[in-house]
């Protein structure tokens, strides 16, 4: 995939790998010639901008379609401006997306320790009706290659709740 890529004229960034997708950060004007489906293209200083829809429910979403390294951002721009027991909790999101990202990328090691970092973190336990202190258990007692899934099922789980920055640990 690398090397269709780049004889397309494209600058390989970064590549991730799925259950059910791969998702290639590239840099020119060559994906026609590369004859890729391009799902979406994404410009990372977009990532920043006001959405209508809550960052939460945006990052749940991505997350629910394995797209983690999206997610992270989306639900960093969020963290930066929250506080308390809901900057706790998106920070925990962000750290389980990181590992996921790095399973994408093969890292099993790096996955296994930013896991670990991020069932460290403490989440308040009324944060989304107790889901994420669940996650945060799973945490510490999944395989590294099993963090996606996990993952995934909590997002999709999550989108049927409350998905609002301001409800999110009230």
């Known amino acids: 995939m ?20 791969s998702e290639v950060d590239v840099e020119g004007q060559g994906a026609p010639e590369w004859k890729c489906e391009v799902l979406d293209v994404v410009d990372v200083g977009s ?12 990052g749940l979403e991505l997350m629910s379609s394995g797209r983690f ?4 951002e989306v639900l960093e721009s ?3 401006s929250s506080a308390g027991p809901a900057k706790d909790a998106l920070g925990f999101l962000i750290k389980c997306c990181a590992a ?3 399973i994408q990328r093969g890292g099993y090691g790096t996955a ?5 970092r991020a069932a460290a973190v403490s989440v308040d336990p009324s944060c989304m009706d107790g889901a994420l202190s669940k996650l945060r258990s799973s945490c510490t007692s999944i395989e590294p ?9 909590f997002a999709i789980g999550a989108l049927g709740g409350t998905t ?3 409800s999110l640990c009230g």
Request: charged share 25%.
């Open 145 to 153: 290659d099993s963090i996606s899934r996990v993952l995934r099922e």
């Open 2 to 21: 690398k090397a269709t890529a780049q004889a397309a004229g494209l600058r390989v960034i970064d590549v991730r790998l799925d259950v059910d997708h």
């Open 164 to 166: 609002s920055l301001s």
């Open 69 to 72: 390294w999206e997610a992270h």
């Open 100 to 102: 996921a990202v790095h």
């Open 78 to 80: 969020a963290w930066h």
């Open 47 to 58: 990532l920043e901008h006001v959405s209508e829809i809550s960052p939460l429910r945006r």
């Open 112 to 116: 296994a320790r930013v896991a670990s």
